[in-house]
Structures are given as structure tokens and as C-alpha cells.
């Protein structure tokens, strides 16, 4: 079946612009993840949806990153007034339920703040 | 302090060659995993490894979780094995995966 999709692939702004992040996880996923990956640096959680249930927003840098899922497909990470310290790559993840498994990466957005 | 460590920080081999990476990691973090990102930026799992071996063609990995590391065996390189390889493992029992800095592998023709 089809993998984790986002979009979009590459995103340029100017600083102070708002930006929208789209992520599809995989059909029947109940879990969804937000990465950010900054050049040449490992992933750093962003936050976490798990069905109906509260996210873990433990990840997020700042007031300006905020992130949505409807049900359990889509999900949108909106950063507010970008910075030059906000272009990174932004991964999304899904993996199918509670417990403590392999998670699946979508292709990532890489965001450019000029 | 650091969750994941990971070495070397780069490997640069030739084709034909095998490598040993190593991922130490704290009490905090379980149930490893290893990815490879490849140059377009993809990861791809390799292996959920909490503990023991596991083998898939030409890579292995070993987790001793009582010695809190994991190695990434990789035998008779490829040119297409290049690029960045991750370890993972959860914090402290919640779902959030803490990454490692990686080792770039780089494997020449």
C-alpha cells in the first residue's frame, strides 16, 4: 500500500510568513509523528497524535509551531512567523497503534526561511 | 546528557569493504532501532532491534540492552549503502523516538 505522504516536497518563505505543513500517514495508522531535521543533525521529536487522545506537544520549540490532525488521517504543522532558525527538514511518521514500534517516514518537507 | 551516541561520525570505505557502526545509549531510551537515510533524504527502516540479532542480506544488527548498545553490521559494501545511518530508541516509555547524530557512510567504487 501507498507510504507516508507529505507535502509539500520543498517549501521556500520569507521570514515572518506563515507556513503550512501537510502530512498523510498510512491508511489504518492510528499513530502520527512530527520531526524537525535540522542539515547535517539527527531528527528532534516535534509532537505526537494518537487517535482522539491529547497530543504529546512535549517537542514543540515554540508558541509559534502548532500542529492538527483530523481523526486519524491528516495531519498539518503550521509554523507562524518564520525565522531563518525554522529551515530544516520536516518529517512526518505513522506507525499503527500504542505500542512502542517501527515507525514509518514520509519523504520529508525541507523549508527554506530566507 | 546525550541520550544516543553514535560512532564513528564518518566512515569512508571502499566497495567490497565491511563496517561496524555502534550506537551507545541511556537508561532513558529502549527499544532501538536503526535507519538508513539515503542521499535523497529517506529514511528507511532496517531493523527493530530491542534486543538480539537480527539479520536481513548483507546487514545484521545486535542489541545488548543490559550493556546499553547496539552495533550495525554491514558486510561486503556497496556503493548504494551510502549515506547516513541512524539509531533510534524510545524516551522513557512514551512514543517519541530519540535519534542519534549518525554515521555518514560513505563507500567508494
Known amino acids: 500500500g501507498a507510504g507516508v505522504s507529505q507535502s509539500p516536497s520543498n517549501k521556500v518563505t520569507e521570514k515572518g510568513k506563515d507556513v503550512e505543513l501537510r502530512c498523510d500517514p498510512i491508511?489504518?495508522?492510528?499513530?502520527l509523528y512530527w520531526y524537525r531535521q535540522r542539515l547535517g543533525q539527527g531528527l528532534e521529536f516535534l509532537i505526537y497524535?494518537?487517535?482522539?487522545?491529547?497530543?504529546?506537544k512535549s517537542g514543540l520549540p515554540s508558541d509559534r509551531f502548532s500542529a492538527e490532525r483530523t481523526g486519524e488521517s491528516v495531519s498539518t504543522l503550521t509554523i507562524q512567523r518564520t525565522q531563518q532558525e525554522d529551515s530544516a527538514v520536516y518529517l512526518c511518521?505513522?506507525?499503527?497503534?500504542?505500542?512502542?514500534?517501527?515507525?514509518?517516514f514520509g519523504p520529508g518537507t525541507r523549508l527554506l526561511v530566507l | 546528557g546525550i541520550q544516543v551516541e553514535q560512532s564513528p561520525p564518518d566512515l569512508i570505505l571502499q566497495e567490497g569493504a565491511n563496517s561496524t557502526l555502534r550506537c551507545n545509549f541511556s537508561?532513558?531510551?529502549?527499544?532501538l532501532q536503526w535507519f538508513h537515510q539515503n542521499p535523497w533524504g529517506q529514511l528507511i527502516n532496517l531493523f527493530y532491534?530491542?534486543?538480539g540479532t537480527k539479520q536481513n542480506g548483507r546487514l545484521s544488527a545486535t542489541t545488548v540492552a543490559t550493556e546499553r548498545y547496539s552495533l550495525l553490521y554491514i558486510s561486503s559494501s556497496q556503493t548504494t549503502d551510502s549515506g547516513v545511518y541512524f539509531c533510534?530508541?524510545?524516551?522513557?516509555?512514551?512514543?517519541?523516538?530519540?535519534f542519534g547524530q549518525g554515521t555518514r557512510l560513505t563507500i567508494n567504487p
Open positions: 532491534i530491542p534486543s
Open positions: 537508561d532513558s531510551v529502549n527499544n
Open positions: 511518521a505513522s506507525s499503527p497503534g500504542l505500542r512502542q514500534e517501527t515507525q514509518y
Open positions: 491508511s489504518g495508522h492510528t499513530a
Open positions: 533510534a530508541g524510545f524516551f522513557q516509555g512514551a512514543q517519541k523516538l530519540v
Open positions: 497524535f494518537q487517535g482522539n487522545s491529547a497530543p504529546d
